[in-house]
């Protein structure tokens, strides 16, 4: 099975953390890319549950690298937040990024801006 660079980039980012030596956009993705998993799982408040106070800031970091401003916005409002709003926050959450294709496709774009950004893979 071959890959394609995108994939090279996005599956270390994934599952490794963004890899052995990750540039910015690596690490921003992998950032992401955790908290997105967690909230797949078990929702908003499930994630900010499991992820540590630096964690989470990354989270939302990586959120605005991927030009997500209005989503770490939206998740900021999340900390310590009543349950009634978490489940807003939740759906929110959730109309803003449905599917994990949303955000393959923001990383797309980023990449095709600012390839520099992350760091080549090399078989």
């Given amino acids: 099975m071959e890959f394609s660079n995108k994939e090279l980039i996005w599956n270390p980012a994934a599952l ?73 926050i939740d759906e929110l959450y959730n109309q803003m990024i449905p599917l994990d294709d949303t955000l393959y496709q923001v990383f797309e774009r980023k990449l095709a801006t600012s390839q520099d950004l992350f760091s080549p893979f090399v078989l």
Avoid at 72 to 82: D, F, P, Q
């Fill in 16 to 88: 490794e953390s963004g890899g052995s030596s990750p540039k910015d956009g690596d690490t921003a993705l992998a950032d992401l890319l955790l908290f997105h998993g967690l909230a797949m799982n078990g929702g908003v408040e499930h994630a900010i549950d499991i992820l540590s106070l630096n964690e989470f800031g990354a989270a939302l970091n990586g959120f605005r690298f991927f030009e997500l401003g209005e989503v770490a916005a939206v998740l900021e409002n999340a900390k310590g937040a009543s349950d009634s709003t978490l489940d807003e």
